[in-house]
C-alpha cells in the first residue's frame, strides 16, 4: 500500500481562531466601548478614498461591534460587516437598531468567518473591501495570501481594498513568545498578532493589486502608543507573481503612494 502522506498541522489553524475568538470575547465583555464608540482614525482617513473612486457596496472584515460600519451606513454606502464573535455582534447589532439612519441596519453585522463571508460573495460584485486591524490577526502568511485572493474575486474590476494593520515599527513588535515571522504572542498583555512591513504589504499584492498609498501613523495617544499601516489597493487583473522569493526583509519608508 502507498503510504499516505503526514498532514501538517490542519487543527492548528483552527486552535489559534478558537483562541482569538476567546480573547476578543472577553475584551468586548470586559468594556463593550473597547476600542472606543465613534468611527476609528482609520475609517475617517479612509473616507476620502471611498468618495473620489466611487464606492457604493462595501464589506467590512473583523467589524469587532460595529463602530465603522455605522460610520459607513451614516455616511450613506452600502456597507455591510462581519465578525467571528458573537458577543462584539450581538453588541454591535444593538447599537445599529437604535442609531443608525439605515432601515434594519443590524442586519447588516452578521456574525461569521471572514473567509466565509468572502467565499459566500459573488465574485466581482464589491466596489471595496475594507478593515481595521483585522489582518494583523493572527494569521500565516499562507493564510494572508488566500484572504487576499479571496478578497481580489470579490472585488469589481478596479474595486479598492483598504486595509490597516499593525506595523513592525510598533513599540509591541518584538515582546511577549515569538510564533512565526513578525508574528508574537502578547499574552497576557494581547493576543498574537503578525506585524506588517511595506515591503509584506507589497509582496502580498504582487500579481493581483496595484499598491496605491502605503502610510505610518501613530494611533493610540500616550495612554498605548501604537504605529499603524493604513494600506489602499486597487484590484488589478490576477497574474502569477514573477519569480515569488518569498518573503521580504522587513524595512519600512514612512509613506509611499498616491493621494485620493
Ligand atoms: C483588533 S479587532 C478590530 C475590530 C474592529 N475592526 C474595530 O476597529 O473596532 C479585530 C477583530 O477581528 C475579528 N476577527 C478575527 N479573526 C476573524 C475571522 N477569521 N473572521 C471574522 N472576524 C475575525 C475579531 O473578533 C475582532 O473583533
Redesign the pocket.
Known sequence: MTPQPVRVSPPAAGKR?SR??RF?SLRYEEDPAF?GRGA?PFARWAAPWLRRHRVQRVLE?????G??LRYLLENGYDARG????RR?VSQGRASLSRFSPTPHAERRLTCG???ACLAAQRPGSLDAVY????LN?DYTEREHRRLLRAVHRSLRPGGLHLYSVRSVNDPWYGRGVRRGPATFDLAPHGTTMHFFSERYVRSLAVGRFEVLRVEERSEGGRSFPTKVLYVVERKGPSRPPRGSGGRPKEDIPARTGARP
Open positions: 481562531r482569538q475568538q476578543w476600542f476609528s472584515l473583523g467589524a469587532g461591534y463602530r465603522d462581519v465578525d467571528n464573535v462584539g468567518s471572514a473567509e478593515s481595521n486591524l483585522f490577526m
